[in-house]
């Protein structure tokens, strides 16, 4: 039985992730944690101060983590130092927060750290990697849109996918929105849309001369990013102690 804690178990994406953890047979959910206490099927919740004292009673195989990237970072070295492997899907780190994880996570404990988790964003992150490799010469579009509540900007989709760019293309320039009057140059243009319930939409635009590629995703569930977190989490258990991504987990 795989035992697993949640953090941001109240949230979106903790309610989400606790109903499939509850409806599967070989995982148990031993505890949450939040920014206040409550219930998640069945089992307590409780303030996210509580964290060591709760990872060192339930004794967990896995910390889930889908919160915010400050109270992500603090969640990350308190399971490493208790040696919890973990999932983390928070977005939002700045490069200072990604070297504090990396060193809190390295030689300590396994863990699936990833922007999106979903089967279809991972293809789709594939299909940009060989377009870009083959129209690096095309103008270059990146266009997310999520739901009102959403914290962070760019999403971490969008900023993986502009990584990707990066690593095929070189370091371009990268315009955040167009206003008044603007030539186009080699730039990566990035345009962010927020409203209403949007659950997930991430799109690259190739525009050459008489003909564009547009490679999208859209997601219409959170429950696809859900699912992906438990099956990164029933990967992960016994790994060797580094970080992964969940191209590892699916082997593509
Ligand atoms: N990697 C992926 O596949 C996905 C990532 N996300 C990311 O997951 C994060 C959460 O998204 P949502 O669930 O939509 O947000 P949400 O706002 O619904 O949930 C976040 C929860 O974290 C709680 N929280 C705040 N501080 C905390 C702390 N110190 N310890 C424990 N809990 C704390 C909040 O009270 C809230 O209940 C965001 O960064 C989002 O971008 C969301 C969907 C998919
Ligand atoms: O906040 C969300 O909702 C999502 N966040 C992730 C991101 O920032 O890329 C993944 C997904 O798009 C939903």
Redesign the pocket.
């Known amino acids: 039985m795989i035992k697993v804690v949640i953090?941001?178990?109240?949230?979106?994406?903790?309610t989400t992730i606790g109903r499939i953890v509850d409806e599967s047979p070989d995982m148990e959910l031993v505890g949450g944690?939040?920014?206040?206490e409550g219930t998640l099927y069945g089992t307590q919740v409780v303030p996210?101060e509580k964290?060591d004292e709760l990872l060192k009673e339930k004794k967990p195989d896995v910390l889930i983590?889908?919160?915010?990237?400050?109270?992500?970072v603090?969640?990350i070295k308190i399971a490493a130092q208790n040696n919890v492997a973990l999932i983390v899907?928070?977005?939002?780190f700045s490069p200072e927060q990604r070297e504090t994880i990396r060193t809190a996570i390295e030689g300590n404990v396994p863990a699936v750290i990833?922007?999106?988790?979903?089967v279809g964003?991972n293809i789709f992150w594939k299909l940009v990697r060989e377009a870009a490799r083959e129209l690096g010469d095309y103008d270059i579009e990146v266009t997310e849109a999520h739901?009102r509540?959403?914290?962070?900007a760019p999403?971490?989709?969008a900023k993986t996918i502009l990584e990707i760019l990066d690593q095929e293309l070189g370091n371009r320039e990268k315009v955040y929105g167009r206003v008044g009057e603007t030539e186009r140059k080699g730039e990566i243009g990035v345009h962010v849309i927020r409203g209403g319930d949007i659950v997930?939409d991430h799109a690259v635009l190739f525009a050459g001369n008489f003909e564009c590629i547009e490679i999208s995703h859209r997601a219409y569930d959170?429950a696809i990013?859900a699912q992906?977190?438990v099956r990164a989490a029933r990967w992960v258990v016994g790994r060797e102690p580094r970080i992964y991504s969940m191209q590892d987990v699916l082997g593509i």
Request: proline residues 0%; without cysteine; glycine residues 18%.
């Open positions: 953090s941001g178990a109240l949230g979106r994406m903790g944690i939040d920014i206040r996210a964290l983590d889908f919160t915010i990237a400050a109270a992500a603090e969640n899907g928070t977005t939002g990833s922007s999106n988790f979903s964003v739901h509540h959403k914290k962070d999403s971490g989709t997930g959170r990013f992906g977190a």
